[in-house]
């Protein structure tokens, strides 16, 4: 940081894997719930919400840090816990319609895996959710999510250490000023 500076730049979210995962998420849930609910039930809107709220708090989360370390976390994890009811949405989805869920050795699982961990799954998924029939793109959906659950995860430890290292801006502010008094050139 540059002498007396104190707010560090905030932002840069679209760079984060996190935030682009969340991204696919919502527009796959978009998809999915406009191809296979009925637009009058509840359902709809709470999905489509709870997709839209992660990707939504990990910008502002990414905004506010530059002021505020705890309303970054708080909002990380708020994104977090969209992900989980969104998660829930999908899982009772299966469910209800007697639908499978893709365990972790079911092989259809870990083809979907390998596939949206490579560089293609970003430059293709558009297209590929509308090939795919209610079962399969609910599986897509609780794999992407349980990646961004992982990641998001992660990202709450680093923005913790980042807080116990650099403090928050209150501490920032109180060291430049001092700084400042002490050189103010």
């Keep these: 940081m540059e002498t007396h500076t104190f707010l560090p730049y905030g932002g840069g979210y679209e760079t984060l894997r996190a935030y682009k995962v969340a991204r696919i998420i919502y ?3 978009y998809h999915f719930t406009s191809r296979f609910l009925n637009g009058r039930d509840r359902t ?4 489509v919400q709870a997709a839209r709220s992660c990707k939504q708090n990990i ?4 905004m506010a840090s530059r002021t505020s370390k705890e309303t970054e976390i708080k909002l990380t994890n708020v994104a977090y816990a969209s992900l989980g009811e969104l998660q829930e949405d999908y899982e009772d989805y299966l469910r209800v319609r007697g639908l499978e869920r893709w365990g972790k050795d079911h092989p259809r699982y870990r083809k979907m895996r390998t596939y949206v961990l490579s560089p293609a799954f970003d430059e293709e998924y558009a297209q590929v ?6 079962e399969a793109l609910a599986n897509l959906s ?7 659950l992982y990641m998001l995860d992660k990202l709450i430890e680093s923005q913790q250490k980042s807080f116990l290292e650099e403090g928050g801006i209150r501490e920032r502010m109180y060291h430049a000023r001092k700084d400042y008094r002490n050189n103010p050139h």
């Design 59 to 62: 910008a502002e989360g990414s």
């Design 129 to 134: 959710i509308t090939r795919l029939d209610a």
């Design 44 to 47: 709809v809107d709470q999905m």
């Design 142 to 148: 609780l794999t992407l999510i349980h990646q961004d």
């Design 27 to 29: 527009d796959v849930t």
